[in-house]
């Protein structure tokens, strides 16, 4: 109605992206993996609209990373764009998919978080 994304839809971008990159790098099993995300904490600046049906492009990287922990910082930009769109954060807690309490990160995915390491 307004011409662009509802802002709703960015953190959307942002758990799609970020879960996808580690799925295809073999540090995250939704279905059957031990340990799972919870998403804690998020914020989202905006700098310009996207339309649909734009194709949307993301760059990760990590901020900060604990025992348990990590706060990933994502831009997301228009297809061919040079400045972002919109950037945020969110931070998992990762936790034992069956107790939902907080577990060390794998070291799957301490191997991916170290490589997105700002």
Not at 85 to 98: K, M, S
């Amino acid at each position: 109605m307004y011409g662009h994304v509802n802002n709703v839809v960015y953190y959307s971008w942002f758990d799609t992206a970020v879960n996808a990159l580690l799925i295809e790098r073999g540090a995250l099993d939704i279905h059957q993996g031990q340990t799972i995300g919870f998403v804690v904490e998020t914020q989202c600046n905006y700098f310009a609209p996207i339309a649909f049906p734009q194709t949307v492009e993301a760059g990760i990287r990590v901020a900060q990373a604990g025992r348990s922990s990590v706060r990933y910082e994502i831009a997301l930009f228009a297809e061919g764009a040079d400045t972002a769109a919109a950037q945020g954060h969110f931070v998992h807690v990762y936790v034992d998919r069956a107790t939902h309490r907080p577990v060390p990160l794998p070291e799957a995915l301490q191997r991916v978080v170290d490589s997105l390491k700002a």
